[in-house]
């Protein structure tokens, strides 16, 4: 049975009444169901996330923009997180039975009958651009909502559905499909920030690091310690065993220790199943030698 | 909903029709899941996993000693395993939503049965043993068949349940509560089968070692390797990931290192999620962020 995972990001986090209507919106479509969601005052955003079939999934998509644009004005919203559009960025991503292609498709099919319904303008990003310019999702929102009608009229920046200029209180919607992505974080035993700023700059893709990571040092001042916080973008390429043992040597370097790690939100078994595969050099393992696989007569024979 | 695991085995493994018999006994059973069965000729021991609820598991376990005391005649087995009895060995091992505690009972429950219906003397294992003399299969099994006359005559060999002397066909039966078992192998890159000995004799509870584990070095002739065999008995308290780090930091010493590892059979997805957290340093991680186990609804707020 395939399951598609949703996770659109709203540009409202302090109206509670406005944040309930959307996800009630959501909760209203048939074969949709809500796993969770979360608002950051200080970010004045929301994070939804559902899981369904492509159809459902499309459906609830349509029914948050329609309860959010009639909500939701850009030129009256302030906020600490960087955004493009009242619904800002929507990306299906892949779980059970389904490919990442299906979710490019299922992403292309949504922005098609998000800017012909609404009139937004839509930029697809990560795997269903094809655009290398237009892949990253930050690469795309600088600028915002408030630099967006000077942007959309440079060339490279029309957009791949939609009027021409943004929606006047709108902006844009930015829509695609990626693999489930774990945002993971690694605690170290020292106070010195710039540890974990040079940890982050030498483990992430940007900076020369690993294909499939986001990171960057932070200091946690209740605690006096600092965090490499990541974002694996793709475990399965990417794995987390490699990413931390990477930080870990990294660390040695300057004398200092990994405290601990922490997986904010979800995981994907595959992902914990792959880190026990390195960790124990696990030769010709597949997931259907998991008891737990085997009593619910799922058949997986393919190694994830 | 409560799942338990039992792995009858059997002294049958080269007549397919009476292990065929046996399997279909099992089949017949309502309420009873065949996960697997395997016969090995040269043991000529077969070997049948299957899942259940408590009752229907106790059916099914009379209905193979049923269908096993017809056709199987220990006087006239010969084969690579040591044997008590045409039923060996029935343990009942905790899956999800039931203890260790239950299991032991209707162990208790199983063995009382069956010693009052096929009157085979029954000796109670493992943890549900009370005696120390009599927990471990090995130190019950000693004398095999052939002794049991014997051995069922002196002081503190009394069996648990039934005659006081062996069924003149069928011996003894041996049936117990454990946790779940991982049968583990790891492969080390050397053909000295001393230096494999050495390191089973090093983490084996028997010899000195870790609490759970039970392990020999055997010699892979074909591939010119070694390995080092094992048994986890209870991987929530002596985990995976631990043995794993002791057997290559012996390994090390030797100037041997670790070439791969497998897990022969299955495996509990919390040994897995287990050596994950071990690997990553995860601190507070609970299998509740495991992405599947939300999508099944499952609640596991609880750490395994």
Redo the contacts between chains.
Sequence with gaps: MA?I?CVPNVSEGRRTDVVDALVESIRRTASVRL?DHSSDATHNRSVITM?GDAASLKAAVLALFEAALSRIDLRAHAGEHPRLGAVDVVPFVP??DVTLQECVALAKETAADVAARFQVPVYLYEDASENPQRKNLEDIRRGEFEGLAAKMATPGWTPDYGPTSPHPTAGAAVIGARM?LIAYNI?LATDRLDVAKKIAAAIRFSSGGFRYVKAMGILLEERGIVQVSINLTNYEKTP??RV?EAVKREAERYGVS??????V?????AA??G??E????????TPN???????RGVDRTSSV
Tied chains: 1, 2.
């Design positions: 399951v995972e796993l899981v779980i059970e489930p605690n987390m065993f931390f990994v405290l601990e790690s922490e997986i939100g979800l995981v994907p078994a914990l199943v880190t026990a390195h960790a124990l050099q696990l030769a010709a393992f030698q998991i008891l737990e696989n085997r009593l």
